[in-house]
């Protein structure tokens, strides 16, 4: 079990930058693989990016690849997502979500989920 909060978001303008953190409980945390997703108002759930359980793999959707980072800090039951150049169309509720082992880019293969932070990229 893990319970997920995520914290990071607000206004910001267009070209701006945002790093989203994502704290997890539990002392298995690194055992699980990370993603973050993002739901804008009538949009389905989408990909952003998503790491390994020990950060050596990571995935990124085309939308935000170059622009997005994805990390994790095990250490600290971390993961973050740097956001760079963002762009009016990124503005969604963001989540992270954790799934045991092996990396996927699916939101239905996820077992946890956050409550989601909103970011706002005014043009």
């Known amino acids: 079990q893990v319970q997920l909060v995520e914290s990071g978001g607000g206004l910001v303008q267009a070209g701006g930058s945002l790093r989203l953190s994502c704290a997890a409980s539990?002392?298995?945390?690194?055992?699980?693989?990370m993603g973050w997703f993002r739901q804008a108002p009538g949009k389905e759930r989408e990909f952003v990016a998503a790491?390994?359980?020990?950060?050596?793999?990571?995935y990124y959707a085309d939308s935000v690849k170059g622009r997005f980072t994805i990390s994790r800090d095990n250490a600290k039951n971390t993961v973050y997502l740097q956001m760079n150049s963002l762009k009016p169309e990124d503005t969604a509720v963001y989540y992270c979500?954790?799934?045991?082992?092996?990396?996927?880019?699916?939101?239905?293969?996820?077992?946890?989920w956050g409550q989601g932070t909103q970011v706002t990229v005014s043009s």
């Open positions: 790491i390994s359980w020990s950060g050596t793999t990571t």
């Open positions: 979500a954790a799934r045991t082992m092996v990396i996927k880019i699916t939101p239905s293969e996820y077992n946890y």
């Open positions: 539990g002392r298995t945390f690194s055992t699980y693989a």
